[in-house]
């Protein structure tokens, strides 16, 4: 069963950073454009940020200039660099595939919250 590995979270003050990192198994990494999405709470997850197997990166309006994200492919893992945190970012994070076509069970998330 592929299983998704989300860690990093924390709690930290406005304008701190966070990198989160996702552990996914080989096969869906090679085969996917990955994503981190965030579930506000009361909120509906939301796609945040994802990068393409080729590179290419796609961020949402709230988080551009702030967030970055990467694969590392020795190790099959998205990190999502987090920078100018605001509480508004507060929230549980997971990954996934970035197409929703392709995504599998989601996983257990990291917490991440902002103090203001």
């Known amino acids: 069963q592929v299983r998704l590995v989300e860690s990093g979270g924390g709690l930290v003050q406005a304008g701190g950073s966070l990198t989160l990192s996702c552990a996914a198994p080989?096969?869906?990494?090679?085969?996917?454009?990955l994503g981190w999405f965030r579930q506000a709470p009361g909120k509906q997850r939301e796609l945040v940020a994802y990068?393409?197997?080729?590179?290419?990166?796609f961020f949402v309006d709230s988080v551009k200039g702030r967030f970055a994200i990467s694969r590392d492919n020795a190790k099959s893992t998205v990190l999502l660099q987090m920078n100018s945190l605001l509480p508004e970012d507060t929230g549980i994070y997971y990954c996934n595939a970035a197409d929703p076509r392709l995504r599998t069970n989601w996983g257990q998330g990291t917490q991440v919250t902002v103090s203001s």
């Open positions: 990068v393409r197997r080729g590179g290419e990166k």
């Open positions: 080989r096969n869906m990494f090679l085969g996917n454009d």
